[in-house]
């Protein structure tokens, strides 16, 4: 047999190890292979060390073009030199051996920015209830004295930080407190804003443009603002009336640290300023702990669940506070897949919208065990009986109930939006990768929105702290 040449060899030997972890076995024909080998190639040059400065970081990877001609030269090699059968890349490739690696190995072998901003929540929430509870312990209680007294009161938010909202808003019914829940934008451009109303503006920079002149809008109309920030020096965090900037490190390019955090602190308030906080605290400490643990399972999951695919469309449905979560996942589906979702309530989606169910559309549920949880169930039981495949999130549920089952650790009650994001933030990484795309940057929107026209107008940026 000829050998293959050593430049070859160099350039996809880690191709190789890849296919034989995903099990690629005899007689693959081109088509499929090529389709294989460009999502890996394509994958790799996208997550290798770039420079951390970079301003345009598409500009330090590999080209699409090149990547396509190294996998050509791939192909041709497998076909020219190898038989069909996958099995005999061992004797060209010594090093690649048949033996299936194990879950930590594989998931070692390639990692994103996106997924080791994941990852890093479980240091970065358990920080935050620490500072709730500890430093920012005042500015939380003097932030629930305002809203208790106030006649009106406003949340808002835009991006990840309006889903942050949407989650946290549940808590203020639940205590009895309802809010007037309002998109940055919306309140800005056509809501009239009471004089001594109060606005709970959350924002992870607090420069957007809406919420800066958002800003200005509450100071005419003689408003009290409450901010909930990442960034001590933004000018949300400088012109409340009450700050409450959460110490978390900005994520490298998709919100996922600073959702969490943002949205447990607005969660915070929520229940501060109604049925109270410090009863919480210790309990979601735990239940957060219990999550990152689960991190490793639920990776290990994904990695062998046929849920994902490329060709599908996604559909993300909720109740109550995990409203916002399914929000947050069409969002991450949007930014980090660069694929179209959809999010709604359940009950929503059973008026109408179940017409466009069909053979292998996926869905994604999540399931409160404490409200409607035998009726979403029967909902994911039809669903698979018309030809979707389906991936539920939540406590105590059945392997058997669907395609994919994260189960999630006990939460307090109504606070399980806190931790179910994070299923659904792994599995949108997972799913950049199988398609090839690159998660770490964004295609057309800057990092932070500051104008308000159009859609090209800046080139996307780096997170000014990505390390």
């Not at 972890?21 to 081109?30: E, T």
């Not at 915070?268 to 990152?292: C, D, Q, R, W, Y």
């Not at 449905?317 to 995990?322: I, P, Q």
Request: proline share 4%.
């Amino acid at each position: 047999m000829a050998r293959i040449p050593s430049r070859i060899v160099e350039e996809c030997h880690e191709f190789i190890s890849e296919l034989c972890i995903a099990r690629v076995r005899c007689i693959c024909g081109r088509q499929n292979l090529f389709s294989v080998c460009t999502s890996i190639a394509y994958r790799r040059s996208l997550t290798r060390s770039i420079p951390s400065d970079s301003v345009d970081r598409v500009s330090a990877t590999v080209s699409q073009t090149a990547v396509h001609t190294i996998v050509n030269d791939v192909c041709d090699s497998f076909l020219a030199f190898l038989s069909p059968s996958i099995f005999f890349v061992s004797c060209c490739v010594p090093t690649c051996a048949n033996v299936p690696m194990s879950h930590s190995e594989r998931r070692a072998s390639v990692t994103t920015r996106f997924l080791e901003d994941i990852l890093r929540q479980r240091t970065e929430m358990h920080r935050t209830i620490d500072y709730l509870t500890g430093p920012g312990h005042q500015a939380l209680e003097q932030a629930s004295g305002l809203i208790r007294s106030a006649r009106d009161a406003f949340m808002s938010g835009i991006g990840a930080s309006w889903n942050a909202a949407l989650a946290a808003g549940t808590l203020f019914d639940v205590g009895g407190r309802p809010v007037f829940m309002r998109e940055a934008a919306e309140l800005l451009y056509f809501t009239p804003i009471p004089s001594s109303s109060v606005i709970v503006i959350i924002s992870r920079t607090g420069r957007s443009i809406e919420i800066v002149q958002l800003l200005a809008k509450a100071a005419a109309s003689g408003a009290i603002v409450i901010g909930i920030t990442n960034s001590a020096d933004s000018p949300l965090a400088r012109e409340a009336a009450v700050s409450l900037v959460v110490p978390a490190k900005l994520d490298h390019a998709i919100s996922v640290n600073t959702y969490s955090t943002l949205l447990i602190a607005a969660s915070a308030l929520a229940s501060s300023a109604t049925t109270g906080f410090s009863s919480i605290a210790e309990p979601l400490l735990h239940t957060v702990k219990e999550a990152g643990q689960f991190l490793d399972l639920w990776r290990e999951q994904m990695e062998e669940s046929r849920w994902f695919t490329t060709g599908a469309s996604y559909y993300f449905l909720a109740r109550g506070g995990s409203v916002g979560t399914c929000n947050e996942a069409r969002l991450l589906w949007e930014e980090g897949v660069k694929m179209p979702a959809t999010a709604m309530t359940t009950s929503g989606f059973r008026h109408g919208p179940q017409e466009i169910v069909r053979e292998g559309m996926r869905f994604c549920m999540w399931i409160d065990q404490s409200h409607m949880s035998d009726q979403d169930l029967s909902v994911a039981r039809d669903l698979r009986k018309l030809g979707a495949s389906v991936m539920l999130i939540g406590e105590n549920l059945r392997k058997d109930e669907a395609d994919l089952v994260c189960q999630l650790p006990t939460s307090p009650a109504h606070w399980q939006f806190v931790i179910d994001v994070l299923p659904i933030q792994l599995a949108a990484e997972r799913l950049s990768r199988l398609a090839g795309v690159d998660c770490d940057s964004f295609r057309i929107c800057s990092y932070v929105v500051e104008d308000e026209h159009g859609l090209l107008g800046k080139k996307a940026e780096a997170s000014p702290n990505a390390d």
